[in-house]
């Protein structure tokens, strides 16, 4: 399978823990997004990577939410200290610039 | 800042029927692709059809098309012969962001 993959595909944490989301692009697309996703809503950016280099943030990523793409492969979102807003759906989507495709993406359940 | 407003919660098709989505978007770019996404409840987005603003040519994809409308900064999405399996969520989309706030369509039998 060439698609995006995102893991795990569902996680529930107690408040205050620590989560760690993990997405592989698709091979060679040198763009990756991450989105949070409420139900009902639609993806709302929150951070935005060329290569290893994180080009954006949205305001939305608080000071316990971070991202990387080492060497420009896999990316990660890390949350800490999770709270009950946090559960939402986190959709990762590549990209090699003319249209993004997305993986199935990760709900997250803080209880 | 860019843009992107879907301004119908909800749409409801016959089965075999066509139904026209609607969106318009604001964007300061002079070059910029729009795409429409349909999420089905499985939250997978898919998808549907892409358009290049410097294209003058509406993109099709089968029983889906599109009306862009540059001027009016307007990008409607058109399906025709509805099926069942065209219910989900549509998201319009400028690349990547903003994404609109999605419209509902439901297909009646």
């Known amino acids: 399978d060439t698609g995006v993959s995102q893991n795990p595909r569902h996680k529930i944490t107690k408040r205050g823990q620590n989560v760690t989301f993990r997405c592989d692009p698709i091979?060679?697309?040198?763009?990756l997004y991450w989105y949070r996703q409420t139900l009902g809503q639609g993806p709302e950016f929150l951070t935005y990577?060329?290569?290893?280099?994180?080009?954006?943030k949205s305001r939305l990523l608080s000071d316990r939410f971070s991202a990387e793409r080492p060497k420009g492969s896999f990316s990660t979102l890390e949350i800490q200290r999770t709270e009950q807003g946090d559960s939402a759906m986190y959709l990762c989507?590549?990209?090699?610039?003319?249209?993004?495709?997305f993986g199935q993406g990760t709900r997250l359940t803080v209880v | 800042a860019q843009t992107v407003t879907q301004s119908q919660p909800e749409m409801s098709v016959q089965e075999a029927e066509t139904v026209t989505l609607s969106c318009t978007y604001d964007?300061?770019?002079?070059?910029?692709?729009l795409f429409w996404y349909k999420q089905p409840p499985s939250r997978q987005m898919i998808l549907v059809i892409r358009?290049?603003?410097?294209?003058?040519q509406n993109a099709t994809e089968n029983r889906f098309s599109v009306n862009f409308q540059k001027a009016a900064k307007s990008f409607s999405l058109k399906i025709s012969d509805s099926q069942l399996g065209d219910a989900a969520m549509y998201f319009c989309?400028?690349?990547?962001?903003?994404f609109g706030a999605g419209t509902r369509l439901t297909v009646k039998p």
């Open positions: 989507a590549s990209s090699p610039y003319t249209e993004a495709f």
């Open positions: 091979s060679e697309h040198n763009r």
């Open positions: 990577f060329q290569n290893e280099a994180q080009l954006e």
């Open positions: 964007t300061s770019e002079s070059d910029y692709y």
């Open positions: 358009q290049e603003a410097y294209k003058q």
């Open positions: 989309a400028l690349l990547a962001r903003p």
